[in-house]
Nanobody, 127 residues
Framework: VQLQASGGGLVQAGGSLRLSCAAS????????MGWFRQTPGKEREFVSA???????????YYADSVKGRFTISRDRAKNIVYLQMNSLKPEDTAVYYC??????????????????WGQGTQVTVSS
């Protein structure tokens, strides 16, 4: 499985961006996708995740820092997961990575919960 993240860019504070993570290949065991972000000198941090079972739309999870501003969603037919980011702040500036795997509840927010990783897309929010 390969993950391709896109949609990053430069935006002013208060603006919006939508990131996409397209999955190619086949691994029917995947039931969760997540977004993480990383800034220079810091560890990668959890942003959001969605986990599904069968035909369910999925359960969503968010870091406190983005709750109410970011929305994760999944297009099952297209194998794409989106991260809609609104009311962006300069502190949201980072490289954003998407990840896929079979995370259990306790591992949703950790890198170890995911097997596949995309290449990252830069998000820069100017003040």
């Amino acid at each position: 499985v390969q993950l391709q993240a896109s949609g990053g860019g430069l935006v002013q504070a208060g603006g919006s961006l939508r990131l996409s993570c397209a999955a190619s290949g086949s691994d029917n065991s995947i039931n969760g996708m997540g977004w993480f972000r990383q800034t220079p000198g810091k560890e990668r941090e959890f942003v959001s995740a969605i986990r599904w079972s069968g035909w369910s739309g999925g359960t969503t999870y968010y870091a406190d820092s983005v709750k109410g501003r970011f929305t994760i969603s999944r297009d099952r037919a297209k194998n794409i997961v989106y991260l809609q980011m609104n009311s962006l702040k300069p502190e949201d500036t980072a490289v954003y990575y998407c990840a896929g795997g079979r995370p259990i509840t306790s591992s949703l927010g950790s890198e170890g919960g995911y097997v596949y990783w995309g290449q990252g897309t830069q998000v820069t929010v100017s003040s």
